[in-house]
């Protein structure tokens, strides 16, 4: 099994460090994606985890197979993306909110806090990914294979970068997104669509304090999700093959249930996976949750 996890996060934190005040440009970082790729396509397996609560969104996650990119106005860092040390003087949180869509994963299934924070205090579940079945789709577009091209590991750094380039560019495309979106929806031509590039580095980036989450993510940018039909670059066209919120991430290997959740809720995900199992190649198991009689971790026990 290939273990993700140091590797890849030091060399993107060695990139984004090296390169200094001149930042990480998308094509940058799709080099970093190719070599990722190349990776998982010599692995057996390669997992990451989503810790959620147990509701509609999360079971209906599970039924079909996909997952739901969120604007990063919705996340709960309030620095998110406001990663360069001069930002916060131009530019508040609440002006990035359309400009990026996220989804998190943790590279682990038994982290407490994790389990405290994200999955309603163990009441909720985590769903396993092998990364190695979207591999087997990668030239297949119908099914965006290239999701697998927006995700990265999220660097912990002790402070905020200094990016002059990267903080233009996060300043005009805040001001203007709204224009952006309405020339959009009138077929009209924005001008300056360059200035919307290059910034997704600055959401891959966050504090050390963070860093308990061991955070991987799929961050799609306003652009790369809307400019694709007209976007004359090749050298980036593997990065404009998204076309909406919903993707396909049809990859989902275990669930596992919370501790605190209900006995009910447990059969409910066991005829889910038995449903799936039934239409699939591939093999949903479930897991129950158990306290270690004497140790802090968790236990799991198949139960399907």
Request: charged share 30%.
């Amino acid at each position: 099994m290939l273990t993700l996890t140091v590797d890849f996060r030091k060399e993107l934190a060695h990139r984004i460090e090296e390169n200094g005040n001149k930042g990480l440009s998308d094509i940058d970082l799709m080099e970093f994606s190719k070599k990722l790729i190349q990776k998982l396509k010599n692995s057996n397996s390669v997992k990451l985890y989503r810790y959620m609560p147990f509701n509609y969104n999360s079971v209906r996650s599970i039924e079909t197979g996909s997952i739901y990119l969120s604007e990063v106005g919705k996340m709960n860092d309030v620095f998110e993306g406001l990663t360069l040390t001069h930002s916060n003087k131009n530019i508040s949180f609440n002006t990035l909110n359309d400009l990026i869509y996220l989804k998190s994963f943790c590279e682990e299934k038994d982290n407490l806090l994790m389990w405290s924070h994200y999955a309603d205090n163990h009441k909720g579940i985590c769903i396993e990914y092998d990364l190695t079945y979207l591999i087997s789709k990668i030239d297949d577009k119908k099914s965006n294979p290239n999701i697998l091209f927006h995700l990265f590991p999220v660097v912990y750094l002790e402070n905020r970068i200094n990016d002059e380039a990267a903080f233009n560019n996060l300043i005009y495309a805040s001001k203007s997104i709204n224009q952006y979106k309405l020339d959009l929806k009138n077929q009209n031509h924005h001008d300056d669509v360059e200035w919307h590039n290059d910034i997704k580095m600055l959401f891959l980036i966050k504090s050390k304090s963070w860093g308990y989450e061991k955070e991987w993510r799929i961050a799609v940018t306003f652009t790369q999700m809307n400019e694709k039909p007209k976007y004359s670059d090749e050298s980036l066209s593997d990065l404009y093959t998204i076309d909406s919120q919903n993707v396909d991430f049809d990859c989902i290997t275990s669930i596992y249930c919370g501790a605190n959740l209900e006995n009910d809720k447990v059969e409910h995900l066991k005829e889910i996976a038995k449903r799936v199992n039934n239409n699939s190649l591939r093999r949903l198991s479930v897991y129950r949750s158990q306290l270690d009689p004497k140790e802090y971790k968790l236990n799991y026990e198949r139960i399907l």
